[in-house]
């Protein structure tokens, strides 16, 4: 994670790999550009690499100790490349990922983490803002209460990815930041810890995103995310989310009713509450819609709930830019706190689309002109919306929900 701009197709493939990725990180236009990858996958090309980046890491700032003595433990992973190539065959329906979200088992450890943790957690959100439910629910989507940090070394699997080629741009800024942390003196190279990816820690922040956020709030001069201490991990997460735009005090948003023909359905309209219920859409079980500025999704399309998504909503967005998580961690957090879930029904009868069949949606609506982003089978905000807008063009409620039978018509022509 860091602060310069990525390509949405990187975000999606980073997305697709796990690799938590918010708006506003990666190679932007004036990085510097990529040291070029030779003989891929043998170990003297590896090590002419790692010797030719080695000026690229200085002129960043890096000292030369620090560069020899952390790369001395950076190999050529070739299952590092094999994960980063793989592609799940079926994507999990917004149902069956929450299932596992908001499992029982999952419920419970967070309760039992906020009791646990309930001294540091208060003075977290005192200071940041953010709701201790939703940092524990970060936490416990991320890293399961940090039961699954990853266990691999940082720097060999930033090498490996930097070099490879493939995203080699990207994974060497991120290398060049986990270098810098270690300058810093937060953690040496052997205990920097982490995915295959290089998301680290409790709450598995990229080292850019660690550079930018990571705090020190328990005063010991580290910003250490990697003990068994999530003291620090925690709060660099709330410090993350109150900078990507939490509002204090306002609620993430609220599953909704909407009146029968509503089309006014994605993130890319928004209007305030009273406008929303001025059009008819009322919060499911009653009472009146949180105040603020929101847009409509669902999640499901027309047979499934639909929610009213506020500012906190996409700030959780920015930590992983896929409504199925930030949906997982608002029910995670409501379930933590005690209160109610999702009351409506999902629609469990319909047919997940295959990746190939994601893919052929894609090609029909890009071959319409409605798509114009990479053909990747991954169904976000992109696709829902060019869903959306040829379900218009054939006079079909516009819930931008892709199934089987959006695929046979398009497939008609």
């Not at 994974?171 to 990816?197: C, K, N, P, T």
């Not at 930018?212 to 910003?223: H, I, L, M, N, Q």
């Amino acid at each position: 994670m860091g602060r310069l701009a990525l390509s949405a197709a990187l975000v999606a493939a980073l997305s697709s790999c796990g690799i938590r990725v918010p708006v506003g990180v990666g190679t932007g236009p004036g990085a510097p550009a990529p040291i070029p990858a030779t003989d891929p996958g043998t170990a003297a090309g590896f090590q002419r690499w790692v010797n030719d980046f080695r000026p690229r890491a200085i002129a960043s700032g890096i000292s030369p100790a620090t560069y020899d003595r952390a790369m001395s433990i950076a190999r050529y992973n070739p299952e590092v490349i094999r994960l980063d190539r793989k592609q799940s065959e079926f994507s999990k329906p917004v149902w069956l990922y929450l299932d596992g979200a908001v499992s029982d088992v999952r419920v419970a450890t967070g309760r039992q983490m906020l009791a646990r943790y309930a001294e540091p957690l208060a003075r977290i959100e005192a200071q940041y803002g953010v709701p201790r439910e939703i940092v524990l629910a970060v936490w416990g989507m991320e890293s399961n209460f940090g039961a699954n940090r990853g266990k691999m070394q940082i720097i060999p699997s930033l090498a490996t990815l930097a070099y490879d080629g493939r995203r080699s741009a990207m994974f060497q800024e991120q290398l060049i930041a986990a270098l810098r942390i270690i300058e810093a003196g937060d953690v040496d190279a052997q205990h920097m810890l982490g995915s295959w990816a290089g998301a680290m820690g409790h709450t598995q922040f990229m080292p850019t995103s660690y550079l930018s956020y990571a705090v020190d709030f328990t005063g010991d001069g580290r910003r250490d995310i990697w003990s068994d201490d999530p003291t620090d991990a925690l709060a660099s997460t709330a410090a993350y989310l109150a900078r990507n735009g939490w509002v204090r005090g306002q609620a993430w948003g609220t599953e909704v009713d909407l009146p029968s023909g509503f089309a006014a359905v994605g993130k890319g309209t928004r209007k305030s509450s009273s406008a929303w219920a001025a059009m008819g859409v009322s919060r499911k079980g009653g009472g009146s819609l949180p105040n603020g500025s929101g847009s409509i999704i669902r999640p499901a399309g027309a047979n499934g709930p639909a929610f009213l998504i506020l500012d906190n909503f996409r700030s959780v967005l920015r930590y992983n830019n896929s409504d199925n998580y930030a949906l997982g961690v608002v029910y995670l957090g409501e379930a933590i706190a005690g209160r109610q879930g999702i009351i409506g029904a999902w629609p469990r009868s319909d047919r997940p689309l295959s990746q190939a069949e994601r893919m052929e949606v894609q090609r029909l609506l890009t071959a319409r002109g409605f798509y114009r982003d990479e053909i990747d089978g991954k169904l976000g905000t992109g696709t829902m919306e060019a869903v959306a807008a040829y379900q218009r063009s054939i006079g079909v409620a516009p819930d931008g929900y892709a199934t089987s039978t959006l695929l046979g018509r398009l497939r008609q022509g």
